[in-house]
């Protein structure tokens, strides 16, 4: 072999044998375990301690309060909304005391209007509804009710509302279909609404034979659908039909 | 004449004795074999880490559902995450944030977040000609096909086999490239590390099988996490629920954040 070969093949050799030892020390041990990056990257994200205990933690202790606030209004509001944080709490109870906002300021984050906020969730004006008072003074955090119980089933139900002003179904009362207990108002979760159980129900307006007005739309019922009840086609809050 | 022949085959160190003590050394560590190996396995796992044992990130594949009807725009989830994950207070930094849109009559599309929404909105908004408005929470959304992580030039941010885009903050050199590349805006730099940073889906706490922060404290449970492929799972229940749309679709980063109810003007 030409003596410039020689030469040529050991500057190879140092050069490939010097990358080896470059790529050892310089590749993260286990980068390319699991993919193009370094697998212990994801122990790292994982072993953050948590800062929110999750409400199943308050709820191994504090299960009077939880029997209240799970059947009221604020159910599905965890306890660490309003609490804050309290994974420190859970590690020590008596160093760490979870705080409880009692000033005005806190409940209107979420209950002062905003056109933006979805209809029928309860919003109040915070400048002219009692000033000066804090909410607690009149609801209870864990059972919020409405001091004075609504008139009207749009005060909560305002998108049914809306459709049904809109639609055939304008003039009639929402207790034509359903019965509501004074409960309902209440408590609503306790007391739920009564609906319309069988085609007879909408037979007693849009039967051929009805006594109502001339002007409703009428249908045979011996053999409009027979097989299916009503409200699998028709949405009573907004009928279709002419 | 002496007693050492007798006694020889009784001591301790005669030839026969001893190559029958090795047999039988041998035999008892045969049968101990498994008992050990046992040992230095369980030994192994527990210095691997607690989580390794029950969770199994094969197993799952992580996504969000938001139901856009739901959101009061009260900012909780954008302040329990800066909370929870550390996230500098100035509000320059989110790793999620709510918008309001305001569609006006004349075709206007106006979108606000003040402070991510934590200190609520100001309700100065005039409330002549609109035509529809809303709140729309937004966060990293997880691509399956992410651009972020096709540009990380040292493969710093990266997905799990759980579906979560995560950033490896020790070996991320701050060069910005993933910043750009996010046509979500979901990402930002750390002032103090210089490093990139993102939602994680609080990794830390689904691997405890616990929910995000956010996810925990809306209160109107506008946020849902879980499996997109497990069919009981309340994520796929709303998805089957729900007519579903995501960000940006046309960018084809096939995200796995699943907006219902979500207006045709967000973006």
């Given at each position: 072999m030409p003596q410039q070969l020689n030469r040529l093949a050991i500057v190879f050799v140092i050069l490939i044998g010097s990358l080896i030892g470059a790529r050892h020390y310089l590749v993260p041990k286990t980068f390319g375990a699991l993919g193009h990056y370094r697998a212990a990257a994801i122990e790292a994200n994982a072993a953050k301690p948590l800062v929110y205990a999750g409400h199943e933690a308050c709820e191994m202790c504090h299960s009077d309060v939880v029997k209240t606030h799970d059947n009221a209004h604020h159910k599905s509001v965890a306890c660490e909304v309003c609490h804050g944080a309290q994974a420190a709490h859970v590690e020590s109870p008596t160093d760490h005391k979870p705080p409880a906002p009692r000033q005005r300021a806190f409940c209107p984050l979420c209950h002062a209007y905003d056109a933006s906020r979805p209809t029928g969730f309860p919003q109040i004006d915070p400048v002219s509804h009692n000033p000066g008072r804090p909410c607690i003074s009149c609801h209870n955090p864990h059972a919020p009710v409405p001091p004075h119980t609504p008139q009207e089933c749009s005060a909560c139900h305002g998108e049914i509302a809306r459709t049904k002003a809109l639609s055939q179904h304008a003039g009639l009362p929402c207790t034509t279909c359903h019965k509501v207990e004074e409960k309902h108002k209440i408590s609503p979760p306790l007391s739920t609404p009564s609906k319309p159980q069988n085609r007879e129900f909408c037979g007693q307006c849009h039967g051929k034979e009805a006594k109502a007005a001339a002007e409703i739309a009428r249908v045979d019922m011996s053999t409009h659908g027979e097989r299916y009840v009503c409200w699998q086609c028709h949405y009573a809050h907004s009928p279709e039909a002419k | 004449m002496s007693t050492e022949p007798n006694r020889a085959p009784d001591g301790p160190g005669s030839p026969e004795e001893v190559s029958q003590d090795r047999r039988d050394f041998l035999k008892q560590c045969m049968a101990a074999a498994p008992l050990l190996l046992t040992c230095v396995c369980v030994a192994e796992a527990a210095a691997a880490g607690a989580t390794d044992e029950s969770y199994k990130p094969e197993e799952h594949y992580y996504g969000m559902g938001i139901d856009v009807n739901k959101c009061i725009g009260c900012g909780r989830c954008a302040d329990a995450c800066k909370t929870e994950n550390n996230v500098?207070?100035?509000?320059?930094?989110?790793r999620t944030w709510v918008e309001r849109y305001v569609l006006t009559t004349e075709g206007e599309t106006v979108v606000t977040s003040p402070n991510g929404g934590i200190d609520g909105f100001p309700s100065s908004i005039s409330e002549k000609g609109i035509l529809r408005t809303f709140f729309v929470p937004k966060l990293c959304n997880h691509c399956a096909n992410p651009p972020c992580v096709q540009v990380c030039p040292v493969g710093a941010t990266f997905i799990t086999r759980d579906g979560v885009v995560l950033v490896d903050k020790d070996y991320c050199?701050?060069?910005r490239y993933c910043i750009q590349a996010c046509p979500y805006g979901a990402r930002f730099l750390h002032p103090v590390t210089h490093t990139a940073e993102k939602c994680t889906f609080c990794y830390h706490r689904v691997v405890q099988g616990k929910v995000p922060a956010c996810v925990e404290v809306c209160p109107t449970g506008a946020r849902i996490f879980g499996d997109v492929r497990t069919r009981s799972s309340p994520l796929a229940r709303f998805t089957r629920f729900n007519e579903i749309q995501v960000l940006k679709p046309q960018l084809n980063t096939e995200p796995k954040v699943y907006y219902a109810n979500l207006d045709g003007e967000v973006r």
């Open positions: - | 500098p207070r100035e509000p320059f930094y989110f050199i701050g060069c």
